[in-house]
């Protein structure tokens, strides 16, 4: 088992080692699992975090206008643990709501708070994506519905992005996790860009994948503008922050159980 860190960031007392990349489970979360990766994921994060660290020295580039944006930094967690009881939409056949989409109006850990700024649910997955392969995995795979949320910090210093895409199965969100990996170049899920929000995606952004079951979980995160962060720890404290919008699928999650249990 390999975990992947942040070589820049500082090291821990006593022991001489960076921080996790994926940091250990805060309190008061029930996550998945922890966050270790394996055999071709961990080497894709290695890459990703070697080309991180020379970002954070000599800086990225701004993405013209008119090309389809990417994260700076993406990591993809495969692991899937806790949610087996609905790796498959048969156990959780009901669609996401409009309700459920934008539940989570207010987020908050540690020194950041988050507002809700805008939120859209659409059963057009292609629409919601560029790039040809990822929008042929999503319809060979069974996308029907994904979530966009755009969320403000109360500071007004980060953006963050939130989406849920709904597939048939822990089997489809895999590849879409696979097809996100930015070197494939097989496409991204399109930043909501809301009124009165700066423009999301065209600086420095770290983005996080999961697997919850049949649904696939990603933060997209950024210093407001696309700032350089100091660390890129900043931004992965940022996305736990804003993975907590998540946890509607938990109360997805419990229902399947206790169905499962008085069959």
């Known amino acids: 088992m390999i975990e992947a860190r942040d070589s820049g960031s500082a090291q821990a007392p006593g022991k001489g080692r960076g921080r996790d990349f994926w940091p250990t489970d805060k309190p008061g979360r029930k996550l998945p699992g922890p966050k270790p990766l394996y055999g071709a994921a961990a080497a894709l994060v290695a890459v990703v975090v ?13 993405a013209p206008a008119d090309k389809p944006l990417v994260p700076t930094a993406f990591t993809p ?10 790796a498959d939409r048969s156990a959780d056949s009901r669609e996401i709501t409009e309700g459920e989409a934008s539940s989570a109006k207010d987020l908050q850990s540690g ?29 060979k795979f069974g996308c029907t519905q994904i979530v966009r949320s755009a969320y403000v910090s109360g500071d007004k210093k980060h953006v963050g992005q939130f989406f849920v895409i709904n597939m048939k199965s822990a089997d489809g969100v895999n590849q879409i996790l696979r097809d996100l990996q930015t070197e494939t170049g097989a496409g991204w899920v399109k930043p909501l860009n809301v009124k009165d929000v700066p423009a999301f995606g065209s600086g420095f952004s770290a983005a996080y994948a999961k697997t919850y079951g049949h649904y696939a979980v990603i933060t997209w995160v950024e210093r407001a503008g696309g700032e350089q962060p100091a660390s ?24 399947a159980a206790d169905t499962g249990a008085r069959q």
């Not at 070697?50 to 701004?62: H, K």
């Not at 890129?232 to 999650?253: H, K, P, T």
């Open 77 to 86: 967690d495969f692991n899937g643990e806790g949610f087996q009881q609905i």
């Open 232 to 255: 890129l720890n900043e931004l992965i404290d940022v996305s736990l922050v804003i993975e907590g919008a998540a946890d509607f699928l938990y109360g997805r999650l419990d229902l």
């Open 111 to 139: 020194k950041f708070s988050f507002k809700l700024a805008g939120s859209e649910l659409t059963k057009d997955c292609k629409a919601a994506v560029w790039g040809g392969r990822l929008q042929g995995d999503l319809d």
């Open 50 to 62: 070697a080309v991180v660290a020379v970002l954070m020295f000599t800086g990225g580039d701004e």
